[in-house]
């Protein structure tokens, strides 16, 4: 697998950012705040979680697809490797601290760090944002001073950073997060996740299929790449796993 590959994958981990509270302005008279709808999301909690996934990224040049195994310990690192028609492409590490990324076939390693990362995409990126994503919950814990809306099959909350703006798209009927969008007014990128497929896993529901498409401006253009994952398996527990991850000495670090 090519290191291109890894890079689109942390691309959808980069374009991931917490929403911080939205500053409402006071002016006088104070006027009586509308009251919001109720709004109840439920979100997939676990201690551990593994599963496995296809997935498929698409750009403007070429289609890959590759086999993911994935295993998560909540709140605390995120593990996968990925394989290419049965060989072992490499893998990757996700912790608190930073995102080690492996290429068995350039025989190389990457090591970002979050400050590096958002940075470099200009969102703040943290280990809870990525795993929420991956979850499908949300990005960033609700505030009282996010906005929400109701229409017929779907209520929308409202959330806003800076210059980046969120919509979160939450089902009526199963409180599930079913779409996400994200939008930064100062650029072309934006971001827009649907979740669908939902199953149960334990004793919650989990999307087993999702789409990412990613707009995100460089040196080159405005790029435009999707991610599509299909899980086939995913189960929860408090069963311990393991997360074995080494580096060869003779990969050299990029």
Known sequence: MNKRLWLLLLAFSALMMSCSKKIVPSTPPPVAATPKPAL????????YLHGKARMILRDAKKEREVKANIRVRKDSVIWMTFSVIGVQGGKALINKDSITVVSNVDKEYYVFDYAELSKRYNFEINYDVIQAAMLGNLIKPRTDSDDILQESSFFILK????TVFVDN???????KLEKVEMKESNSSNSLVINYSNFQPVGPELFPYNGTISLFYKTVSGLLNTTIVFEYN???????????????PKRYERR
């Open 159 to 162: 959330q806003h950073a800076n």
């Open 40 to 47: 109840h999301i439920d979100e997939i909690d676990f201690e």
């Open 169 to 175: 798209f939450i089902n009526t009927a199963s409180n």
């Open 233 to 247: 398996k995913a189960e929860v527990g408090d069963k311990e796993l393991k997360f074995p991850f080494n580096i």
